[in-house]
């Protein structure tokens, strides 16, 4: 699958399933999740029908609490689409099928910890999801509830969901850089995030984590000359200036063919002077994803030792080999993918 299909829904359904799924899920595995954030995919539309699942509490008794997760492990789920899913009418059911009244205390009950939330500069069209008006009120409502959910937003930096190898400029920040010699990308990007922290605070939903793009492959901003060095340096800044506000931050990469490259992103972002608490991968599966995401973990560990590896988005598919579409084949792609992912020191090791 196509890095751009995965994250790109095409219509009202998929993109509210893809949050009660991932709730489900975490329901169905019976154990705190340390990937962040898990977002489950919908039913494939290849799928020939769909297994009901045992209404039953021990359905998934298989699964044993996987160790080394702590205090300071993150426990994700995107919640992007909820605000859209809310203007929808969509219910959510836990993996049982039967309706959950509180989205936010259900995810709590089956050990999240953190919920995430993707942010666009200037969204419209079919990317008005990803506005900060609908991030500001998803925090609202995590805030309201009581649960004690921690936070954090993605700032994509770019009017729409950025990849790999489409880091787009916002349209006005391009146009401005075109028409104006004195202002930068570079410029702009900081002036956002000053603008956006100041608007979250007046809103009083600053979050506890601020992601610094997504999926950044050396090109942060579209910056690609000098291996993207300015756009390194841009992450450093934009770094300090949230680190001044009190929020933890993480950077987003693309995973590389090669897990020793991550050596590479950690030397850059050192000589940049990025303060980062956590470096996340995202992830889109094969058959290699849990050596991969092992190797990559033991690379982290060994470099930067201070921070902690999170596998920032993945998506499995709902499809088992008899094309039968069912909760089970999910679960056992995120255990098994938790199981390489976590150990005592991922889990327990001090963010400071």
Known sequence: MKMKNLEKFSGAIKRCVAIAMASMLFATTGFSLD??????????????????????????????????????????????????CLEWGKSYKNYMSQSVDNIFDYVKSQGINTISLKVAVNPTGENAYLSLENAIKTLKAVKASNTNLKTN???????????????NLPADWEKAEKEEQSVTRVESAKTYTRETI???????????IVTIGNEVNWNFLGITDGEGWEGWKAMGDISALLKKEGVKNAVSIAAQPDAASVKYIVQKLGYASVDY????????????????????????????????????????????????????????????????????????????
Not at 153 to 167: M, N
Not at 198 to 208: G, I, S, T
Not at 284 to 305: Q, R, W
Request: one cysteine or more; glycine letters at 4%; proline letters at 4%.
């Open 198 to 208: 100041a608007k979250l605070k007046q809103a009083k939903v600053l979050p506890d």
């Open 277 to 352: 608490d956590y470096i996340g991968v995202n992830v889109y599966p094969d058959n290699n994803t849990n050596s991969y995401i092992k190797s990559l973990k033991n690379e982290v560990e060994s470099c930067a030792p201070d921070k902690q590896l999170i596998v920032s988005n993945v998506e499995y598919e709902r499809v088992n080999e008899a094309n039968t579409a069912n909760v089970y084949t999910q679960a056992d792609s995120i255990y098994n993918l938790l199981e390489a992912t976590i150990d005592e020191k991922n889990g327990v090791h001090p963010v400071k």
């Open 153 to 167: 937003l993605v700032l994509l930096y770019s009017d729409e969901i950025t990849y790999a190898g489409t880091q």
């Open 35 to 84: 990937t962040h954030p898990v977002k489950a995919q919908e039913v494939s539309s290849s799928a020939d029908k769909i297994e009901i699942p045992e209404i039953s509490k021990d359905a998934f008794k298989k699964y044993k609490k996987i160790s080394g997760i702590g205090a300071n492990t993150i426990l994700g789920a995107d919640f992007t689409y909820y605000q859209q």
